[in-house]
């Protein structure tokens, strides 16, 4: 979960993608209520806070309405529920087709352990990260997914504020933490919120150094999800596929790996004082 993005065996859900599937569902159903209370895309989205223009993309299917127009769409049109209740389905639609379960997986989690070797991972990004990694994309995202995903990804880090607290930690390689993707003012912000989120009392962030010749990470990224029951998944991700593992002898052999590669990385404090380090050089 990188940078929440890199999809496959996990699930390719086409028909939630906006322009079908449940986004469409939702569009056709605001339009319907939305004519049977007798308004025109002007007025209800004056009333509901919203251009005309984005009332047309939502009942088209072409945009993912947020959470807050379905709210407020549900009230100026007397749903009783009706819009609420596709709220959290449509929610999902935001992600990437092949990251939508890990989310479902990541909300729930009483503990998650993430390994990075790519890029800083998205829970720990700044906004100004999140396009500068977006826009790198190739092919090129349109501006409505960017703005989309950006979206999709700020609202997972609500994880930090959420009690009980989930026991959180992060492996990121130095090389990441060097990356100025975006360009050095960009670099600078995202490593002042990593020192910013690494001083919550459930959370570790350990660097691992470049000059390391023992590294049990040499297979590549990986996510450890556990629920409060105790299942454990480890979600691998790569070049736009992913697997999500639920054999225990499969995900205890990742578990495995992880607690050999926090020993080999720098410690917390370590990790605090290389990273200031950093931001010194900046």
Known sequence: MEHEEQGGELGEHPEDEPGSGVVVAFGRQLKALRLRAGLDRAEFGRRVGYAAQSVASFE????????????????????????TAMKEEVGRAQYPAFFRDAARLEAEADELFLYAVQAVPGLLQTEEYMRALLAMR????????IEQRVTARISRQDIFS???????????????????????????GVLEQILLVSHKRNVEIQAMPTDREDNAGVDGPFTLITRKNGDQFAYLEV????ILLTDRNEVRSVAARYGIIRSQALTPGETTDFIEKLLGEL
């Open 239 to 242: 070049q736009g596929r992913s």
């Open 162 to 188: 959420r009690w009980p607290a989930p026991l959180m930690s992060f492996v990121v390689e130095e090389a990441v933490l060097r990356r100025p993707f975006g360009g050095r003012p960009v670099l600078r």
């Open 60 to 83: 088209q299917g072409r945009r993912i309405p947020p959470p807050g127009f379905i709210d407020r769409a549900d009230e100026v049109l007397d749903a009783r529920g009706v819009l």
């Open 138 to 145: 190739r092919p090129l995202l349109d501006e409505d997914t």
